[in-house]
């Protein structure tokens, strides 16, 4: 049994993804029997659908739309993450205009945004409202902005945040010094949980399972075994290699842990940190 934490749709006929315009490896339609064809014998069971970074505008129906592919049981939708605009005001009442039983959280694109974006008052208080709604908060931000990540967990003691991509390490380049360091640092903030995805889009040339490994041990090393949970990123995965070579290369990673460590990672922690309702 899996949980995909991670996994983006894209409906060009609906959407626009203005920030893959240039990338060819993403042009096109990436859909739900497209996901499903790439997740075969990879053993995903459950998803959580996660927003695209669409036009601010077409947020909303971003995630109206994902929200009613979860409610047929058979898509396998279990959660539903939406983008959000903390820095914004009004941010009550737009969430409430979404709120859906699905509806398990949200996320703000922060590493390609300008790093004191998430470090005002207003913002702070925006995401712990989100916290108190009982939904979570996807952190998705470069090393050098972890720290900005630690202080707004400390601001929102009460937001269960996830660290998207391990903090997004740049394993191409070879050198993960600082982000060891930063890692560290905010693991060390209780109400932060880590997932295990994107890693192998920052990677580059032959891409083994030892390439890999210094991220997702030392990922588990910081949160331990009880605060990771495992994400495909599909289809940004393609831009290095695609799913199932993603989650083979995690499997040769893994396989020396127990099955009660891999249960916690694959499905038993996602289902408790983001709340996860049964599907049927």
């Given at each position: 049994?899996?949980?995909?934490?991670?996994?983006?749709?894209?409906?060009?006929?609906?959407?626009?993804?203005?920030?893959?315009?240039?990338?060819?490896?993403?042009?096109?339609?990436?859909?739900?029997?497209?996901?499903?064809?790439?997740?075969?014998?990879?053993?995903?069971?459950?998803?959580?659908?996660?927003?695209?970074?669409?036009?601010?505008?077409?947020?909303?129906?971003?995630?109206?739309?994902?929200?009613?592919?979860?409610?047929?049981?058979?898509?396998?939708?279990?959660?539903?993450?939406?983008?959000?605009?903390?820095?914004?005001?009004?941010?009550?009442?737009?969430?409430?205009?979404?709120?859906?039983?699905?509806?398990?959280?949200f996320r703000r694109?922060?590493?390609?945004?300008?790093?004191?974006?998430?470090?005002?008052?207003?913002?702070?208080?925006?995401?712990?409202?989100?916290?108190?709604?009982?939904?979570?908060?996807?952190?998705?931000?470069?090393?050098?902005q972890l720290a900005?990540?630690?202080?707004?967990?400390?601001?929102?003691?009460?937001?269960?945040?996830?660290?998207?991509?391990?903090?997004?390490?740049?394993?191409?380049?070879?050198?993960?010094?600082?982000?060891?360091?930063?890692?560290?640092?905010?693991?060390?903030?209780?109400?932060?949980?880590?997932?295990?995805?994107?890693?192998?889009?920052?990677?580059?040339?032959?891409?083994?399972?030892?390439?890999?490994?210094?991220?997702?041990?030392?990922?588990?090393?910081?949160?331990?075994?009880?605060?990771?949970?495992?994400?495909?990123?599909?289809?940004?995965?393609?831009?290095?290699?695609?799913?199932?070579?993603?989650?083979?290369?995690?499997?040769?990673?893994?396989?020396?842990?127990?099955?009660?460590?891999?249960?916690?990672?694959?499905?038993?922690?996602?289902?408790?940190?983001?709340?996860?309702?049964?599907?049927?």
């Amino acid at each position: 049994m899996i949980i995909d934490t991670h996994q983006h749709l894209i409906y060009s006929e609906r959407f626009r993804y203005d920030w893959a315009a240039e990338i060819p490896a993403l042009q096109g339609n990436f859909r739900l029997n497209e996901y499903r064809a790439a997740a075969e014998g990879c053993g995903i069971t459950e998803s959580i659908f996660m927003e695209v970074d669409v036009p601010w505008e077409q947020a909303a129906s971003e995630a109206t739309f994902f929200c009613s592919l979860a409610e047929d049981p058979s898509h396998r939708i279990a959660g539903v993450i939406s983008a959000c605009r903390p820095e914004n005001p009004g941010m009550a009442a737009w969430m409430d205009s979404i709120a859906h039983p699905r509806l398990v959280g949200f996320r703000r694109v922060l590493h390609t945004q300008p790093d004191e974006l998430c470090t005002s008052a207003s913002f702070h208080e925006n995401v712990a409202l989100i916290g108190h709604k009982g939904l979570t908060f996807d952190l998705c931000v470069l090393p050098r902005q972890l720290a900005n990540g630690a202080a707004l967990a400390d601001a929102c003691p009460d937001t269960v945040f996830i660290l998207d991509h391990c903090g997004v390490p740049d394993i191409a380049f070879g050198d993960l010094t600082f982000w060891r360091e930063q890692l560290s640092e905010i693991s060390r903030r209780p109400n932060v949980n880590c997932k295990l995805s994107g890693i192998i889009a920052y990677a580059a040339g032959e891409i083994t399972a030892d390439t890999l490994r210094p991220v997702v041990e030392h990922a588990i090393e910081c949160f331990g075994w009880d605060r990771v949970v495992w994400g495909g990123d599909w289809p940004v995965c393609n831009l290095t290699r695609d799913l199932g070579t993603w989650c083979r290369l995690l499997d040769e990673i893994l396989s020396g842990s127990s099955e009660d460590e891999l249960a916690g990672l694959y499905h038993r922690n996602a289902r408790r940190i983001y709340r996860l309702k049964p599907l049927s």
